[in-house]
């Protein structure tokens, strides 16, 4: 399986109409399978285990399942538009990708459908007495599980759509696209510097963002033509036909370049950024975060810096070392600069975070830490993101304020 389609399936089946559609599937062919398993019980087993209730139990079901999906859906369009409000419209993909409410969600359209469709084969003279216990049991197993799916529902609805549930979906969606690079930090290929003399480059017919490399793709691409692939962006940059995707570098003048189009199909060019293969699209949207709280509108100053200290817990995953593979000998990868890390998540608060003394100190005190963890990563960075911060709060500080500020920068300066 290619990394293009295997991703293209992970993104699909982060759909709630995928997974609804299964469970739907998983209901229907519940009712229709009764008639399979009925001619193997024993005559007239039906009869004495009270078979004959299943109708009324399933026209229960039926009337209350619809009900209560129309119910549910609705409080999941609530959610939506809550996070879209408080928290940023670039949290709610992941709000639509949650695992329990689609199972939940899917559960109840399932057995509604499993219902229907049960009443429906009862009426037509479908399913025999035996036939019946089949359905009966199987009615009954279902019941449990709606039980169970709403205890979970129940328990979901107390954090879904939070401002704490949103943010921790996102440092979790940054974390693990993070570990992902930092585990593969040229995506599997070398680190590359730029093109190299004479390469020629390629563009992308396509305007949008970069979300997704074929890595597996291009390597095949380069060992049948004998060329060296070098990237031009990683996923997460805003491509264009007028800046190139990739250079080409052929190792002699017999070579046969690889054809623009496929390689261009080897880069997945969307509308929006992904979490998937952009770590800075997390840390970026917890800053959307951070600088909504920092309004004057909301003016809450502790949600930054909560992300603030969650910030520092996702950069620090970068101060260890780690072993890297080359499973793509032929593809140049750019670095993930720590410097752009930190550019995503430090200048925005400090800029809207400057007339406010406590998260000016909560922003030092994070940029010391990570000096602190790895000097030799952070330090060069947390200096310069410290000035940088200082010189826009001095003159909105008390002068206490300023000599307590100056004992942090002051710290950030000697580490390293």
Request: proline share 5%; hydrophobic share 50%.
């Amino acid at each position: 399986m290619s990394s293009r389609l295997r991703w293209f399936i992970v993104r699909i089946s982060q759909k709630i109409w995928v997974v609804a559609a299964l469970y739907t599937v998983m209901g229907i062919g519940t009712a229709f399978v009764a008639p399979l398993i009925g001619p193997m019980l024993p005559d007239g087993l039906g009869d004495k285990l009270g078979s004959g209730a299943v109708e009324a139990v399933l026209s229960v079901l039926a009337s209350s399942m619809l009900s209560v999906v129309t119910f549910s859906l609705g409080i999941m369009v609530s959610a939506f538009t809550a996070a879209s409000g408080s928290v940023t419209p670039r949290a709610t993909q992941l709000l639509k990708s949650d695992r329990t409410t689609q199972r939940v969600l899917s559960t109840f359209l399932g057995s509604f459908l499993f219902s229907l469709i049960g009443i429906i084969a009862l009426n037509a003279g479908f399913y025999s007495d035996n036939d019946r216990l089949v359905l009966f049991v199987a009615t009954i197993l279902v019941v449990v599980i709606i039980v169970i799916a709403i205890l979970r529902w129940i328990a979901h609805l107390t954090v879904f759509g939070l401002m704490d549930d949103s943010i921790r979906k996102v440092e979790e969606a940054a974390r693990s696209a993070l570990d992902h690079r930092l585990d593969t930090p040229f995506l599997g290929g070398h680190e590359g510097s730029g093109p190299p003399p004479g390469a020629r480059a390629v563009h992308h017919d396509q305007i949008g963002y970069l979300v997704h490399v074929d890595m597996p793709a291009l390597q095949a691409m380069a060992d049948d033509a004998g060329v060296d692939i070098h990237l031009a962006a990683l996923p997460g940059r805003f491509l264009h036909p007028g800046l190139p995707a990739l250079w080409i570098a052929r190792q002699t003048a017999s070579d046969q370049e690889p054809d623009d189009e496929a390689l261009c199909k080897a880069l997945t060019v969307a509308e929006s950024r992904t979490y998937d293969q952009d770590p800075r699209f997390g840390l970026t949207v917890l800053t959307e975060i951070a600088e909504r709280a920092l309004s004057p509108a909301v003016n809450d100053p502790g949600t930054a810096i909560d992300i603030l200290g969650r910030s520092v817990r996702l950069l620090s995953a970068c101060a260890a070392a780690r072993e890297v593979a080359l499973d793509f000998p032929r593809v140049w990868v750019p670095a993930l600069a720590v410097e752009d890390l930190l550019d995503d998540v430090f200048p925005p608060i400090a800029r809207d975070g400057s007339a406010i003394f406590a998260v000016q100190m909560r922003l030092q005190k994070s940029l010391l830490a990570l000096a602190q963890i790895a000097p030799d990563r952070f330090a060069a960075s947390a200096r310069r993101h410290s000035a940088e911060a200082m010189a826009r709060c001095r003159d909105q500080m008390l002068p206490s304020e300023r000599e307590r500020l100056n004992a942090v920068v002051e710290a950030i300066q000697t580490v390293g």
